[in-house]
């Protein structure tokens, strides 16, 4: 057996080893249902995910903070679209056009980013050859080495309610212009063949007459120019319900056609604000069809299951608005709280459930014929939404989670989170699985759970994502692990010991470590280099201060992957310790400082506030339900909890 070792230091970055594909229908469960799914490619979801910058505002963090915030959070979030505005000197005002194309390659070529180009200038409308010429794209002739950047371009960005207002008369004339002469010139350059174009995005929608029926009235027929329809369906108005993802869309839907013709369409914004002034249900200005707030964690829960609604729907594309708050310290400006991560660069949950699902189903963008996969599913099945995936390795991953009927988490006429409850789910596979692998990507990128051998499996489904990975049959990997201990020896070392049948030649153990219990960090690779058809026992000492949890993970020459329950041992710095944990009622909390603790169930409800002085203290869970909670500090510390 070969050995590696990670060099000691800090435990914050987490490392992710999981593989997925993706297979995707989206419907609801029967009761009782036999079904046959055929999964779409894992890569299609990661490949439809992206996000709205605003690069050239100058009064912003994305100006302002691009090298510190912009630029490393996006190379961290793990989206490869983003939705911009032209980089042409004409459109930017006292910004530099330079400094413009400078980022936007940077994003390309350091994260693989690629842009839909927005019009959504005044100064288009201001001059005339751009109206009429599409002279604006020559941008590219100029600066060949942005070529390589472009996804898409993109007409006139919600025109009526922009166009319309500044020019009220020929709104619809102007628009029409613009977007005929995007097509046109387009066309007419060779090294852009490969672009395709999406429509002006109009956002009123409705029975005739509405606007869109007079954006759709001249001839020929706006469809005649675009590669893709456009829409803008935010949630967050009408009620309770219709805040839920993809429920606008479904109120709306029957109008798109007024403009899509039956082509495709992408959705190039949607969004939940988390302004919490603004709207108020108190305030005489209520406005019950306006925009309302939603907290942070309702926002991350419908983040968490948003793109799978709305492909499910068609939707070939879809780009959440926007990155980053404008101003999280107005609270009572909308427009300025919709970003996924506040205006300091702290992370929302919507972030990172965005972020972790987009890791779990990171896959090649290798071709293959997804297989279908036939499951019973069965118990408490009302509301339960469900996609299929799968991976180039040929790994399913079963998505479900709770619909509008019953996943609506949010109550704005009260400003309160609604707690809804998970249901319990039975899912009998085709065949006994080597492995299962549990995640919930709003709490982590790595498995809550892990099973081996199994070919039913029964899990809570909560009111955001829940991932089940599914690998091949359990005779592809009679490797079992029987048991993974760690101990803290005198003085700082970490005695780590396990044993294990049937090990197998060109696999490998990998050792991990995590100060907070949610994000581990490889500290030993260890490769089996002899096949052991009987029991084998190894051991790993390890000295880092700050590591109080432990697992392992075995990983064959495929890339499967096993995992052992999370060991806990005394750490040794001033982070909150917590024993015992597995616990079964109550558990001690040791704190060097005062703080605040708040803990969670697995669906990110709170279930409990308190406020602790420095010292140990009893923390008392009895009558809630056995299962995984998170205990986090008002400093920031997190702990992975197990109550059995």
Excluded at 90 to 103: E, Y
Excluded at 120 to 140: C, K, M, P, Q, W
Excluded at 178 to 191: E, G, R, T, V
Excluded at 518 to 540: D, G, V, W
Aim: overall charge neutral; some cysteine; hydrophobic content about 35%.
């Amino acid at each position: 057996m070969s050995l590696k070792i990670y060099q000691n230091k800090p435990l914050h970055v987490p490392f992710i080893i999981s593989l997925l594909i993706l297979t995707f229908t989206c419907t609801h469960l029967h009761s009782h249902a036999q079904i046959t799914l055929t999964p779409k490619r894992a890569y299609s979801y990661t490949d439809g995910v992206g996000v709205n910058t605003h690069l050239r505002y100058t009064h912003l963090p994305y100006y302002t903070s691009f090298e510190t915030i912009i630029y490393p959070k996006l190379k961290q979030l793990g989206i490869k679209h983003v939705r911009d505005n032209f980089p042409h000197p004409g459109f930017l005002g006292s910004v530099s056009a330079s400094l413009m194309r400078q980022r936007y390659l940077k994003l390309h070529d350091s994260c693989g980013i690629k842009y839909d180009y927005l019009l959504d200038s005044r100064r288009v409308l201001d001059t005339a050859r751009f109206i009429n010429s599409g002279e604006y794209l020559e941008l590219f002739d100029t600066n060949p080495e942005l070529v390589k950047t472009i996804q898409h371009f993109e007409g006139f960005n919600e025109p009526d309610r922009t166009v319309a207002v500044w020019f009220p008369s020929n709104w619809v004339s102007l628009t029409h212009t613009i977007q005929k002469s995007l097509w046109d010139k387009k066309h007419s350059m060779p090294a852009l063949s490969h672009v395709s174009i999406i429509n002006a995005s109009p956002t009123h929608f409705g029975p005739a007459p509405s606007m869109t029926d007079s954006f759709a009235a001249p001839t020929p027929h706006i469809s005649n120019y675009f590669d893709y329809a456009n829409l803008h369906p935010y949630d967050l108005s009408g009620g309770v319900n219709t805040i839920f993802p993809a429920a606008r869309y479904d109120q709306d839907k029957q109008y798109y056609d007024t403009i899509a013709k039956g082509k495709p369409f992408i959705i190039t914004e949607m969004g939940f604000p988390t302004a919490r002034g603004f709207n108020n249900p108190a305030a005489c200005t209520f406005g019950v069809n306006s925009f309302h707030y939603s907290s942070e964690l309702a926002a991350g829960k419908y983040y968490s299951v948003a793109f799978m609604e709305f492909f499910s729907r068609g939707a070939e594309r879809v780009y959440s608005y926007e990155f980053i708050d404008q101003n999280t310290m107005d609270q009572g400006d909308v427009e300025k709280n919709f970003g996924l991560i506040r205006t300091d660069g702290s992370e929302k949950p919507a972030f990172t459930a965005i972020k972790n699902t987009l890791t779990i189903l990171k896959d090649t963008s290798l071709s293959f014929s997804p297989v279908p996969l036939d499951l019973t599913i069965s118990g408490d099945t009302a509301g339960v939404r469900y996609s299929l995936y799968q991976k180039n390795n040929g790994r399913y991953y079963l998505a479900l989670w709770l619909g509008v009927e019953k996943g609506a988490n949010f109550d704005y006429t009260t400003f309160t989170n609604i707690d809804v409850p998970s249901q319990s789910i039975k899912i009998v596979l085709p065949y006994t699985a080597s492995v299962t692998n549990v995640y919930q990507p709003l709490l982590s990128d790595l498995p809550l759970q892990s099973f081996s051998a199994r070919d039913s499996l029964t899990v809570l489904v909560p009111d955001n994502l829940l991932l089940l990975e599914i690998a091949g049959p359990a005779e592809e990997s009679p490797f079992t692990l029987i048991n993974f201990n760690a101990v803290r020896a005198m003085g700082e070392n970490v005695k780590l010991s396990w044993e294990a049948d049937h090990e197998t030649v060109n696999n490998m153990y990998l050792l991990e470590a995590s100060s907070d219990g949610l994000h581990f960090q490889p500290i030993s690779e260890q490769n089996i280099n002899a096949k052991s058809p009987s029991t084998s026992k190894h051991r790993f000492d390890w000295k880092e201060s700050s590591a109080a949890f432990y697992r392992l993970q075995y990983i064959d020459s495929d890339g499967k992957t096993i995992y052992s329950r999370v060991r806990w041992v005394d750490g040794l710095t001033a982070s909150p310790l917590v024993s015992p944990n597995p616990f079964s009622g109550a558990f001690s909390i040791r704190l060097s400082t005062a703080d605040n603790i708040s803990i969670y169930n697995s669906a990110g409800v709170l279930i409990k506030t308190q406020t602790l002085q420095a010292g140990s203290h009893q923390v008392d869970l009895k009558g809630k339900p056995n299962g995984l909670y998170y205990l986090k500090t008002g400093s920031g510390k997190g702990i992975k909890l197990l109550k059995n």
